[in-house]
C-alpha cells in the first residue's frame, strides 16, 4: 500500500490500460468517464473495483479535485486475499465500498431508464396530437415516415426491481454491521463484492444501450439538420396562422416540446437556439408569407405530377422550343449511361444546358412580376429540378419539401442563388466579375470598344439591374453551376438521381453548415478575414491610420448536386473592405469543411495577390506570394531543407502541374488540420512563411507554445504583436484626448491584436 496525491484535471488512469491497482479514494473525487457519460466517485469509493475480473480499466479515471489515494496493487481476484490479510477490517470496507458502486449504478440505470420511456411516450403523444390537428384544422399532414418505424426501448434482458431495491438497502447498511455480517470471511467478502461488480457491469452495459437509443432518435424532436417534430408543429402553426385560425393550441404544444427539450438535457445549446430563434421571432399575424414559405394555394407533393410543364409554362418558354426540349429530355433519360462521353450524348448535353439555362433567365424574370410562384419552380430554380423521373421519386418528394424550408439556407452572407440574384436586381449587390475577370462595367467598356452598344447607351447600361442580372446569369451562374458540379466532362444543369449522394436532405447546404465550418477556421486563423483599411478623423487630429477590420465572405448557393467549391473572387470590387465570394453547390456531396478550407487557402493567395498588384511575386517586396513563390522556385538551392523535403516539394508541384498556388492550398490544408493540432506534416521554410500571415489564434499558440518546434517562431510574433498593440493603444489615447470615440470598428482593430 502507498499513499498518492494527484491534481485535478489529470487523467490518471485511461481506458484499456493494465490493471494496476485498486486506488481507495481518501480525499476528493473521481470522475470515471465512459462513452458518452460519467459517475462521481466520492471519497470512500475504489477506483478500478468495477473492473472485477477484466484486466484492463474499463473507462478513463480524472481527478475532479485534489485527490489523496491509498493504493493497493491489483492485477486480479486472487490479490483481494492479500488486500484482506494486511488488515481484516477491510474485507467490510471493500464490499460496503461494492454496494455504494453498486446502488449508485442502479439509481442511474433506473433514471436513464425512465428517461427513455418517457421519451418515447412524449415523442408518441405529441405525434398523434399533430396528426389530430391537421385533421381538425383541414390541413394535409407531412408524412413523417421516420416516426412509423419508432419503437419503445426494448432491454434483453433488463434489471429488476428487486436489485435496484437490495442495492438501495444495502448500501445504508453501517459499515460496522457489515463487518459482523462477514465475520471478516475472505470468500464471503470476495463473493459479496464481485456480486456487486458484475451488477454494476451489467448496469453500466444496459445504461449505455439506453444512451445510445435515446442518442438515435433524439433527432425525431429536435434537430437543426433533419426533418423532426419541432419543425413540423412549427409548419403546421404558419400554415394554420396564415388562413386565419386561432393556433393557440398549437403553440401550447410547441411550447411543451421546447420545455421538453430544455430540461431532457439532451441537445446542445446551439441547437436548441438554432431551432427556436425563428419561431420565437415569427410573427404569426403577419398574413403573408415569404418566397420560400409554404404556399397554401399549392397542393401537397404529388406522384407523377407533371412538374415539366409547370415549369415550362411559368417561363412562357415557346411552345416550338418546349416541344423540342421535351423531345430531348426524353432522349437522354432513355440513354442507359447518362455519363457516357461519346460525341452524340455530349451533344445532347450541351443542348439541354443551353435550354436549362434560356428558360432559368425567362423564370427568374417571371418571378419579379410578384405572385405565386409555383413550388415545381421553385425547385427548378435553387435545385435544379427538371423531372421527377431523372431526380428520383424520393428525391423530388424530399426537394419539394426542402423548397419550404429554404430559409435554413439563408443568412446575413449566405444566399441562395435566387436570392443572390434577386440581390443584384434590387441593387443590393454588383454582379460578380466573368471568367476573363471583368466586372460589369469592364464588359459595357469592351462592348462599347466593339461597337456592340453605342457610347450615349453606357451610362443608362451601367445602373440597368436587369442587364446587371443578365450579366450575373450568363458569366458567373453558368461557369460555376459547371465548376462545383464537380465532373466537367459529364456536366449538365439537370438533377438527376445518380448525382445524390444518401439523401437530399443531409446533402443541403444551410448557412448553419457553411459559417459553422467557416467559424472552425477563423478559430485557427484568425486573421484570414481581416484586411488593413484606412481611418481618418481629421477634427481630431487622426489624419491616417491603418486599421483592422473583419469582413466575412458571401457564400452563394448554386442550384446543383456537386462535389467542388470555388473562391470566385477575393473582393467584390476595388475596395479591399468588400466580401469576397465563395461558391457552393447547395446540395453538397463532398466533405464541407475540408471544402471550406480550400477555398479559404484559394482566398488567402487571391487576396494576397490583388493588394500587392503587379508586385505579387517580387521578393524585394515582402508578402505571402513573393515569398511563397520564392520558396517554391529555389527549393533546390535552400540550404534549411533536407534531401528528403525537396523531394516532397518536387512532388507537390508535379501534382499541382508547376501551380504555386495549389502548392499553397495543400500546404494551407495541412496548416489548418493538422499543425494547429501539433502534428507536423510542413517543413522548416513553409511552416515559417505561412505562420507569418497565417498566425495560429491566442488559443493555439498558448497550447503549442511548449514545442520547440514552435517556440522561437511564437516568440517572434509575440513581441510584434506586441510593437503594434501598443502603437494602437497609444494613438487610441491620444484620439480620445482630443475628443474622439472609440467605436466598434476601432474597438474591433484593438481585440484584432489579442486574438
Known amino acids: 500500500m502507498e499513499t498518492v496525491k494527484v491534481g485535478k484535471g489529470k487523467c490518471f488512469l485511461r481506458k484499456g490500460e493494465k490493471l494496476r491497482g485498486l486506488f481507495v479514494v481518501l480525499q476528493g473525487s ?12 466520492e471519497p470512500g469509493s475504489i477506483v478500478g473495483m468495477m473492473e472485477g475480473l477484466s484486466d484492463s480499466y474499463l473507462c478513463d479515471y480524472v481527478a475532479n479535485t485534489d485527490c489523496l489515494f491509498y493504493i493497493y496493487p491489483y492485477k486480479g481476484v486472487g490479490d483481494y486475499k492479500k488486500i484482506f490479510e494486511m488488515e481484516g477490517k477491510y474485507v467490510a470496507v471493500f464490499a460496503m465500498s461494492a454496494m455504494h458502486q453498486a446502488a449508485m449504478l442502479m439509481e442511474k440505470y433506473a433514471m436513464v431508464y425512465r428517461k427513455a420511456q418517457e421519451y418515447y411516450k412524449f415523442l408518441m403523444e405529441y405525434y398523434g396530437e399533430y396528426q389530430k390537428f391537421c385533421s381538425d384544422y383541414g390541413i394535409m399532414e407531412k408524412p413523417f415516415k421516420r416516426m412509423g418505424s419508432l419503437m419503445p426501448v426494448q432491454l434483453k434482458d433488463p434489471i429488476g426491481g428487486w436489485v435496484i431495491a437490495y442495492y438501495k438497502r444495502m448500501s445504508d447498511v453501517s459499515l460496522k454491521s457489515m463487518d459482523q455480517f462477514l465475520s471478516r470471511d475472505y470468500d464471503i467478502g470476495i463473493g459479496v463484492i464481485l456480486n456487486a461488480v458484475s451488477w ?3 448496469a453500466l452495459s444496459q445504461i449505455q444501450e439506453l444512451k445510445d437509443y435515446l442518442h438515435t432518435h433524439r433527432e425525431l424532436l429536435l434537430s437543426s439538420e433533419t426533418e423532426n417534430l419541432f419543425q413540423l408543429y412549427f409548419e403546421l402553426a404558419r400554415k394554420a396562422s396564415s388562413t386565419g385560425i386561432d393556433i393557440g393550441d398549437v403553440q401550447q404544444r410547441i411550447s411543451g416540446i421546447m420545455n421538453f427539450a430544455d430540461g431532457s438535457r439532451m441537445y446542445e445549446e446551439k441547437v ?8 420565437k421571432g415569427y410573427d404569426f399575424n403577419q398574413g403573408n408569407l415569404g418566397e420560400s414559405d409554404f404556399d397554401p394555394g399549392e397542393e401537397e407533393y404529388e406522384e407523377g405530377f407533371d412538374y415539366l410543364s409547370q415549369i415550362l409554362d411559368y417561363a412562357g418558354y415557346p411552345e416550338d422550343k418546349a416541344k423540342s426540349f421535351r423531345s430531348t429530355l426524353q432522349e437522354y433519360k432513355e440513354l442507359p449511361d447518362l455519363y457516357a462521353s461519346t460525341d452524340n450524348i455530349r451533344k445532347l448535353r450541351r443542348t439541354l444546358t443551353q435550354d436549362f439555362y434560356d428558360i432559368y433567365e425567362l423564370a427568374f424574370f417571371r418571378s419579379l412580376k410578384g405572385g405565386r410562384i409555383p413550388v415545381g419552380v421553385k425547385m427548378f430554380m435553387n435545385f435544379g429540378f427538371v423531372d421527377e423521373g431523372l431526380a428520383g421519386e424520393e428525391n423530388a418528394h424530399s426537394l419539394y419539401d426542402m423548397t419550404q424550408e429554404l430559409y435554413r439556407c439563408k443568412a446575413e452572407n449566405v444566399f441562395t442563388i435566387y436570392e443572390w440574384l434577386l440581390s443584384i436586381f434590387r441593387g443590393e449587390n454588383e454582379p460578380s466579375r466573368n471568367e476573363f475577370d471583368m466586372d460589369y462595367m469592364g464588359f459595357l467598356n469592351e462592348q462599347k470598344k466593339t461597337g456592340d452598344i453605342k457610347a450615349e447607351d453606357l451610362p443608362k447600361l451601367q445602373n440597368d439591374n436587369r442587364k446587371k442580372v443578365e450579366f450575373e446569369l450568363r458569366n458567373m451562374f453558368v461557369s460555376t453551376n459547371r465548376a462545383t458540379y464537380g465532373r466537367i466532362s459529364t456536366y449538365c444543369p439537370i438533377l438527376c438521381e445518380d448525382d445524390i449522394v444518401g439523401s437530399a436532405e443531409k446533402m443541403l447546404m444551410t448557412a448553419e ?23 481618418s478623423d481629421p477634427e481630431h487630429d487622426v489624419n491616417r491610420e491603418v486599421i483592422q477590420k473583419e469582413v466575412l465572405p458571401y457564400i452563394i448557393l448554386m442550384p446543383n448536386a456537386g462535389t467542388k467549391a470555388m473562391m470566385w473572387q477575393e473582393t467584390a470590387g476595388i ?3 468588400t466580401q469576397a465570394r465563395f461558391i457552393f453547390p447547395i446540395l453538397t456531396g463532398s466533405d464541407v469543411p475540408e471544402l471550406m478550407v480550400d477555398v479559404a487557402g484559394r482566398f488567402r493567395w487571391e487576396m494576397c495577390r490583388k493588394i500587392q498588384g503587379a508586385r505579387w511575386n517580387d521578393i524585394t517586396e515582402a508578402s505571402l506570394t513573393s515569398e511563397y513563390s520564392d520558396y517554391i522556385q529555389y527549393y533546390r538551392k535552400n540550404p534549411e531543407l533536407s534531401a528528403d523535403a525537396k523531394d516532397k516539394v518536387k512532388k507537390s508541384l508535379q501534382k499541382a502541374k508547376n501551380n504555386y498556388r495549389e502548392v499553397f492550398v495543400k500546404d ?4 489548418i488540420r493538422y499543425e494547429s493540432k501539433g502534428s507536423f506534416r510542413l517543413n522548416k521554410v513553409a511552416r515559417d512563411i505561412i505562420f507569418r500571415y497565417c498566425p495560429f489564434s491566442k488559443g493555439i499558440r498558448q497550447t503549442l507554445s ?14 510584434l504583436n506586441g510593437r503594434k498593440a501598443h502603437h494602437v493603444e497609444a494613438w487610441y489615447d491620444r484620439y480620445q484626448k482630443k475628443g474622439g470615440e472609440i467605436t466598434d470598428e476601432l474597438q474591433m482593430n484593438l481585440d484584432f491584436y489579442s486574438m
Open 30 to 41: 473521481v470522475r470515471a468517464i465512459f462513452k458518452n457519460d460519467e459517475i462521481i466517485l
Open 668 to 671: 494551407y490544408q495541412s496548416w
Open 513 to 535: 453548415k457553411a459559417n459553422g465550418a467557416l467559424d472552425e477556421i477563423r478559430k485557427i486563423d484568425y486573421s484570414l478575414f481581416y484586411r488593413e483599411v484606412g481611418f
Open 272 to 279: 436548441m437556439k438554432d431551432c427556436f430563434e425563428e419561431y
Open 706 to 719: 511548449a514545442n520547440p518546434t514552435y517556440q522561437e517562431m511564437f516568440g517572434k510574433f509575440d513581441i
Open 200 to 202: 454494476v457491469r451489467k
Open 575 to 577: 475596395r479591399k473592405d
